[in-house]
Protein backbone atom coordinates (compact mmCIF):
# COMPACT_ATOMS: atom_id res chain seq x y z
CA UNK A 1 0.00 0.00 0.00
CA UNK A 2 1.18 3.80 -0.45
CA UNK A 3 0.37 5.98 2.31
CA UNK A 4 0.87 9.78 2.69
CA UNK A 5 1.43 10.60 6.36
CA UNK A 6 0.01 13.69 7.58
CA UNK A 7 1.50 14.61 11.18
CA UNK A 8 0.30 17.52 12.97
CA UNK A 9 -1.10 19.05 16.28
CA UNK A 10 -4.81 18.93 14.87
CA UNK A 11 -5.25 22.08 16.46
CA UNK A 12 -8.04 21.39 15.12
CA UNK A 13 -8.12 19.72 11.91
CA UNK A 14 -10.04 21.78 9.21
CA UNK A 15 -10.93 21.93 5.52
CA UNK A 16 -7.34 23.04 4.67
CA UNK A 17 -5.83 19.29 5.93
CA UNK A 18 -8.83 17.96 3.96
CA UNK A 19 -7.88 19.69 1.15
CA UNK A 20 -3.91 18.50 1.41
CA UNK A 21 -4.93 14.80 1.87
CA UNK A 22 -6.84 14.66 -1.31
CA UNK A 23 -4.84 16.17 -3.15
CA UNK A 24 -1.42 14.22 -2.50
CA UNK A 25 -4.28 10.95 -2.72
CA UNK A 26 -4.40 12.05 -6.56
CA UNK A 27 -1.30 13.26 -7.50
CA UNK A 28 1.10 11.10 -5.41
CA UNK A 29 -1.41 7.77 -6.15
CA UNK A 30 -1.94 7.05 -2.82
CA UNK A 31 -4.36 3.95 -1.13
CA UNK A 32 -4.38 6.14 2.08
CA UNK A 33 -3.82 9.40 4.19
CA UNK A 34 -3.25 8.98 7.77
CA UNK A 35 -3.48 12.18 9.53
CA UNK A 36 -0.83 11.53 12.56
CA UNK A 37 -2.61 13.54 15.57
CA UNK A 38 -0.26 14.36 17.59
CA UNK A 39 0.12 13.79 21.35
CA UNK A 40 2.52 16.99 21.59
CA UNK A 41 4.43 18.41 18.86
CA UNK A 42 7.96 19.76 20.44
CA UNK A 43 8.03 22.27 18.44
CA UNK A 44 4.97 23.87 19.25
CA UNK A 45 3.47 25.18 22.88
CA UNK A 46 1.78 23.34 25.23
CA UNK A 47 -0.48 26.76 26.45
CA UNK A 48 -3.26 26.47 23.88
CA UNK A 49 -3.23 23.27 23.15
CA UNK A 50 -6.62 21.10 23.20
CA UNK A 51 -6.68 17.62 24.57
CA UNK A 52 -5.30 14.90 22.39
CA UNK A 53 -9.25 13.58 22.30
CA UNK A 54 -10.49 17.16 21.09
CA UNK A 55 -7.94 17.16 18.39
CA UNK A 56 -8.66 13.65 16.98
CA UNK A 57 -12.37 14.25 16.92
CA UNK A 58 -11.37 16.96 14.93
CA UNK A 59 -9.62 15.03 12.84
CA UNK A 60 -12.36 12.23 12.26
CA UNK A 61 -14.50 14.26 11.01
CA UNK A 62 -12.34 15.33 8.28
CA UNK A 63 -11.71 12.02 7.45
CA UNK A 64 -14.00 9.60 6.06
CA UNK A 65 -12.41 6.35 7.70
CA UNK A 66 -11.59 4.07 4.83
CA UNK A 67 -8.92 6.99 2.41
CA UNK A 68 -8.18 9.21 4.55
CA UNK A 69 -7.98 7.92 8.22
CA UNK A 70 -7.53 9.74 11.48
CA UNK A 71 -5.03 8.24 14.12
CA UNK A 72 -3.22 8.93 17.38
CA UNK A 73 -1.04 6.05 16.88
CA UNK A 74 1.57 7.81 17.79
CA UNK A 75 0.28 8.04 21.73
CA UNK A 76 0.39 3.71 20.94
CA UNK A 77 4.14 3.84 19.74
CA UNK A 78 4.95 5.79 22.43
CA UNK A 79 7.09 8.18 20.07
CA UNK A 80 7.09 12.24 19.94
CA UNK A 81 9.90 12.83 17.14
CA UNK A 82 8.95 11.95 13.39
CA UNK A 83 11.80 10.11 13.14
CA UNK A 84 11.22 8.06 15.70
CA UNK A 85 7.06 7.68 14.58
CA UNK A 86 8.74 6.69 10.61
CA UNK A 87 11.10 4.00 12.24
CA UNK A 88 8.42 2.56 14.54
CA UNK A 89 5.75 2.25 11.50
CA UNK A 90 8.53 0.95 9.22
CA UNK A 91 8.90 -1.74 11.77
CA UNK A 92 5.43 -2.37 12.14
CA UNK A 93 4.32 -1.94 8.56
CA UNK A 94 6.88 -3.42 6.33
CA UNK A 95 5.21 -3.44 3.15
CA UNK A 96 3.79 0.30 3.39
CA UNK A 97 5.26 2.43 0.79
CA UNK A 98 5.04 5.99 2.95
CA UNK A 99 5.43 9.31 1.97
CA UNK A 100 5.61 11.85 4.13
CA UNK A 101 3.48 14.92 3.76
CA UNK A 102 4.65 18.25 4.69
CA UNK A 103 3.27 22.22 3.80
CA UNK A 104 6.18 24.41 2.32
CA UNK A 105 6.42 26.13 6.44
CA UNK A 106 7.46 22.86 7.62
CA UNK A 107 9.95 23.13 4.86
CA UNK A 108 11.37 26.03 6.16
CA UNK A 109 11.88 24.78 9.65
CA UNK A 110 12.86 21.34 8.88
CA UNK A 111 16.30 21.61 10.03
CA UNK A 112 15.01 22.48 13.23
CA UNK A 113 13.57 18.35 13.62
CA UNK A 114 15.39 16.06 15.68
CA UNK A 115 17.23 13.73 13.21
CA UNK A 116 15.88 16.28 9.70
CA UNK A 117 19.12 14.59 7.80
CA UNK A 118 17.95 10.96 8.58
CA UNK A 119 14.22 11.80 8.40
CA UNK A 120 14.78 12.98 4.65
CA UNK A 121 17.34 9.97 3.76
CA UNK A 122 14.83 7.48 4.79
CA UNK A 123 11.16 8.66 3.98
CA UNK A 124 10.13 9.90 0.69
CA UNK A 125 8.64 13.67 0.88
CA UNK A 126 5.85 15.41 -0.25
CA UNK A 127 5.68 19.32 0.13
CA UNK A 128 2.58 21.28 -0.13
CA UNK A 129 2.00 24.66 -0.70
CA UNK A 130 1.46 27.05 1.78
CA UNK A 131 0.65 30.82 1.30
CA UNK A 132 3.68 33.03 1.99
CA UNK A 133 6.07 30.14 2.79
CA UNK A 134 6.87 28.88 -1.18
CA UNK A 135 9.46 30.96 -1.97
CA UNK A 136 11.06 30.16 1.66
CA UNK A 137 10.85 26.55 1.38
CA UNK A 138 12.40 26.47 -2.08
CA UNK A 139 15.11 28.42 -0.71
CA UNK A 140 15.74 27.25 2.53
CA UNK A 141 18.46 25.25 3.87
CA UNK A 142 16.53 21.85 3.66
CA UNK A 143 15.79 22.56 0.09
CA UNK A 144 19.32 23.16 -1.21
CA UNK A 145 20.78 20.16 1.00
CA UNK A 146 18.62 18.07 -0.48
CA UNK A 147 18.25 19.42 -4.19
CA UNK A 148 20.07 16.23 -6.14
CA UNK A 149 17.04 13.99 -4.53
CA UNK A 150 14.09 16.31 -5.47
CA UNK A 151 11.64 15.00 -8.60
CA UNK A 152 10.01 17.40 -10.91
CA UNK A 153 6.16 17.81 -9.78
CA UNK A 154 4.98 16.13 -13.01
CA UNK A 155 6.65 12.83 -11.74
CA UNK A 156 5.07 13.09 -8.45
CA UNK A 157 2.60 10.15 -9.37
CA UNK A 158 5.83 7.82 -9.08
CA UNK A 159 7.02 9.14 -6.11
CA UNK A 160 5.88 6.66 -3.13
CA UNK A 161 7.33 3.58 -5.67
CA UNK A 162 11.07 5.44 -6.31
CA UNK A 163 14.38 4.76 -4.22
CA UNK A 164 14.83 6.70 -1.05
CA UNK A 165 15.88 9.62 -0.67
CA UNK A 166 13.17 11.33 -3.41
CA UNK A 167 11.32 14.37 -2.81
CA UNK A 168 9.29 16.74 -4.62
CA UNK A 169 7.06 20.12 -4.50
CA UNK A 170 3.55 19.90 -4.95
CA UNK A 171 2.80 23.00 -7.33
CA UNK A 172 -1.30 22.77 -6.87
CA UNK A 173 -4.10 25.06 -5.81
CA UNK A 174 -3.87 26.32 -2.28
CA UNK A 175 -5.74 26.70 1.26
CA UNK A 176 -4.84 29.41 3.24
CA UNK A 177 -7.12 28.00 5.87
CA UNK A 178 -5.27 27.81 9.14
CA UNK A 179 -5.59 25.92 12.48
CA UNK A 180 -4.07 29.08 14.82
CA UNK A 181 -6.38 31.47 12.25
CA UNK A 182 -9.46 29.10 13.10
CA UNK A 183 -8.31 29.11 17.27
CA UNK A 184 -8.10 32.95 16.92
CA UNK A 185 -11.77 33.05 15.67
CA UNK A 186 -13.04 30.54 18.46
CA UNK A 187 -14.55 28.29 15.54
CA UNK A 188 -13.49 25.15 16.99
CA UNK A 189 -13.02 23.86 20.80
CA UNK A 190 -15.50 27.20 22.54
CA UNK A 191 -15.16 27.66 25.74
CA UNK A 192 -11.66 25.94 25.78
CA UNK A 193 -9.44 28.30 27.72
CA UNK A 194 -6.31 26.01 27.70
Known amino acids: MRI ?9 AHAGHKHIADLALRR ?3 DQVWLLVSPGNPLKPIAGMAPLSARLASAHRIADGRRIVATDIERSLGTRYTRDTLRALRRRFPRAR ?5 GADNLVQLPR ?3 WADIARTTKI ?8 NGRAMSSMAARRLRRWRIPAAAASTLADLPRPAWTFLHVRQ ?3 SASALRQAN ?6 TS
Open 28 to 30: LRL
Open 187 to 192: KFFPGD
Open 126 to 133: AVLPRPAY
Open 175 to 177: NSL
Open 98 to 102: FVWLM
Open 4 to 12: GLLGGSFNP
Open 113 to 115: WRG
